[in-house]
């Protein structure tokens, strides 16, 4: 059974289409890059898929259930969601900031379980960000605040994650970091769902490939097919030879 299906997804903030009649599939084990030039709908589509807007046409289902109606607390434990900007105005822990990511199961008012201090430390230790559980949020570096959101998104125990720009604002060290964390998750039978901005990182472990283009137009399929040269040069605009394109 797909983790998620996207069926027919349309949706437009004006008179033309941003995004039409957009489908595909991930099953457990994959993990998708989703790739486009600015302004083609990639972080719309992680907002309709998570339920934050509402397509005009089609419909999403998330382990074979349609997210049309669902409880957030249900559209939480089924899929765990990173945006591409964090913001922590108050200074917590980086233990307490990732055992928030446990509020979908038990709720804002009930105290942690010892069952959430297990998927939270679990989360930690899964990421690398263990070393860090003591210090303030507000005093990691990007790198580290990342992976700190990553686990965050962890210990909420979906099966599905999808994050919006990873790999933003971070150096090469923690890009390959993230990367690599991302395609570790998926080879445990996560599917993974990211928005990167470079296609060189989409070939660290990506096997499938989702690539937006201008008024809806689409292509999905595998990451070998999808990031070629002449593929993402009418994605981007450039001409097939520039270095931007090259493996």
């Known amino acids: 059974m797909p983790a998620l299906k996207a069926a ?35 972080s719309t589509l992680l907002k309709l898929l998570t339920g934050f807007i509402k397509p005009a046409e089609g419909c999403v289902t998330l382990a074979g259930e349609s997210t049309a109606g669902m409880e957030a607390g249900r559209l939480a434990r089924l899929a765990a ?18 055992l928030m990511g446990r509020t979908a199961r038990s709720g804002f008012w009930r105290g942690y379980s010892a069952a959430d201090e297990e998927a939270a430390d679990r989360a930690l230790e899964e990421t690398g960000a263990d070393r860090l559980a003591g210090r303030s949020i507000n ?32 150096d090469l060290k923690y890009k390959a970091a993230v990367m690599n964390l991302l395609a ?31 008024e809806g137009k689409y292509n999905f399929g ?24 090259q493996k």
């Open 8 to 42: 027919g997804l349309t949706f437009s903030y004006g008179p033309r289409p941003l995004i039409k009649g957009l489908s595909f599939e991930l099953r457990p084990g994959d993990f998708m890059c989703v790739l486009g030039a600015n302004g083609s709908g990639k």
């Open 139 to 170: 005093t990691l570096s990007s790198g580290e605040r990342q992976l700190v959101f990553i686990a965050q998104a962890l210990a909420q125990e979906a099966k599905l994650l999808l994050l919006d720009e990873p790999t933003s604002h971070l």
């Open 184 to 214: 570790s998750l998926a080879a445990r039978n996560m599917a993974v769902a990211a928005v990167l901005h470079e296609p060189a990182l989409a070939r660290l472990g990506c096997n499938k490939a989702l690539l937006m283009g201008r």
């Open 81 to 98: 969601y990173v945006p591409s900007e964090t913001t922590t105005p108050y200074d917590f822990s980086v233990r307490e900031t990732v």
């Open 222 to 245: 595998s990451a070998s097919e999808m990031i070629r040269p002449a593929r993402l040069a009418a994605v981007y605009g450039l001409p097939e030879n520039s270095p931007l394109l």
